[in-house]
């Protein structure tokens, strides 16, 4: 099938290049020139494992092409529109500015019986809004919501847990869904659960399934809370808890926190549309989740301060990671960033490190310093403290290898991931977020 994908940021670049490798030809279109021209070579203009060596496939190919042209899209079967519904500027909403601009511009070059699939995480309402101005070019708008997993986006497209399409009633409605079942045939072919709705739900599901986790992720870390009060470890909690079918260990890891561009936003767009949907005390617990996320960041703060004798002035500190997760380059409201910059803003000398997001952080935060060898980034540490739980910090540092090289041998875990045992064994004054 011919598809165009408009909007190739993280949503758009992965959707494009997943949608050529299934046999499609796809073309990309985005305003950003840059970005364009990078795509265009084959080159990922952000970090995610998998997608260069897709784009490369794609274009080379011939199936996949990006360019700055909206007309480029006249003549596909199925426009998908995956922009960016950033936070709004002095308030919690979201900016729909760019999803109303991606359909003011391609509603010219819409023919009848097109598909046109909203990927973006939009308010519930938005669908029913946009779905006339389509309607009236004689196409058909249907809701498709993406869940994709940063690090984890590529076999997330080709291979999903589930898809979604909130379309229209009657018939119309019908044959969109039964287009999208061609577009990801190789899914449904593998007997991926398709779930038909109307737009309201698919709008709400993908909100209700972010405002869950943020709620799971935000519940630990209370629990950690009450941990650090009563001697209680925290990640014990978790595992007791966890083994029973109806709640899971997944997302029971307390620590810093989560950030990123999706699940801060998310949670706090939707607080905003229950507000003006007359239903705020329905979700009230979400603003309780986002201060609970927000003070663990301020506690791991206190665990470097209190490590360092109750001052960081002039204390050489290491952070291991900046991206917001591992197996990204994301520093969207990153809480490992976060911390990083307020252990700055206290005095002190603060060194980072992280496989791939260095220069996204540098670029942000300047006055900060960035050594991209990892044990570079430790010599001469009077503290460690770990945010992003990648493999090079959890798994390949050996604590006797880092004690080596730093001047203190004080570490603080903000993402509960280390051997605490191993490293005090090593002679490590160990901190753990919820831990005695």
């Not at 997993?149 to 847990?161: L, M, Y």
């Not at 941990?227 to 899971?248: K, M, P, W, Y």
Request: proline share 4%; with cysteine; aromatic share 8%.
């Amino acid at each position: 099938m011919r598809l165009s994908v408009i909007g190739c940021g993280y949503l758009g670049a992965v959707h494009a290049a997943a949608m050529a490798s299934i046999g499609h030809d796809v073309v990309g279109i985005d305003v950003d020139e840059r970005k364009v021209a990078q795509l265009a070579a084959g080159k990922a203009p952000f970090f995610e494992p998998g997608l260069e060596e897709l784009l490369v496939e794609g274009v080379q190919s011939g199936r996949l092409r990006f360019t700055t042209d909206t007309s480029a899209a006249f003549g596909a079967s199925v426009h998908f529109i995956g922009v960016g519904t950033p936070q709004q500027k002095g308030g919690y909403a979201a900016d729909l500015t760019y999803v109303d601009a991606a359909v003011d511009g391609l509603l010219p070059y819409l023919s009848p019986g097109d598909i046109v699939a909203g990927k973006s995480t939009v308010p519930v309402g938005t669908a029913a809004t946009l779905a006339p101005r389509i309607g009236a070019k004689g196409a058909t708008l249907v809701w498709n919501p993406e869940f994709l997993r940063e690090g984890w986006a590529v076999k997330d497209t080709i291979d999903p847990d589930r898809l979604v399409a909130g379309v229209p009633e009657g018939d119309d409605g019908v044959r969109a869904a039964d287009v999208l079942r061609e577009v990801y045939h190789p899914a449904v072919a593998k007997q991926t659960p398709f779930i038909v709705t109307d737009y309201a739900t698919a709008e709400l599901v993908k909100v209700a399934a972010n405002a869950f986790l943020a709620t799971k992720i935000s519940f630990i870390n209370a629990m950690a809370e009450i941990a650090e009060v009563t001697g209680a470890d925290v990640t014990q909690l978790a595992d007791a808890i966890g083994h029973d079918a109806r709640i899971g260990r997944r997302f029971l890891g307390a620590g810093i926190g989560f950030g990123g561009g999706c699940l801060p936003k998310d949670i706090r767009a939707f607080s905003a549309r229950a507000e003006e949907l007359g239903r705020g005390e329905s979700v009230a617990f979400l603003r309780e989740m986002d201060a609970i996320n927000l003070r663990r960041r301020d506690r791991a703060v206190e665990l470097v301060v209190q490590a360092l004798g109750g001052s960081v002035f002039e204390k050489n500190v290491t952070v291991l990671g900046a991206a917001f997760k591992p197996h990204s380059d994301d520093i969207r409201d990153s809480p490992a960033l976060d911390v990083a910059v307020r252990l700055y803003g206290l005095g002190a000398a603060v060194t980072i490190t992280d496989p791939a997001a260095i220069e996204n952080a540098r670029r942000i935060h300047p006055q900060l310093t960035y050594v991209e060898d990892r044990d570079e980034a430790l010599r001469g540490a009077d503290a460690v403290i770990v945010v992003t739980e990648w493999d090079e910090y959890r798994r390949q540092l050996s604590p006797e290898a880092a004690g080596a090289l730093v001047s203190g041998r004080v570490v603080v875990d903000g993402r509960n991931c280390l051997d605490a045992a191993a490293w005090r064994r090593a002679g490590w004054t160990y901190y753990g977020m919820g831990r005695p």
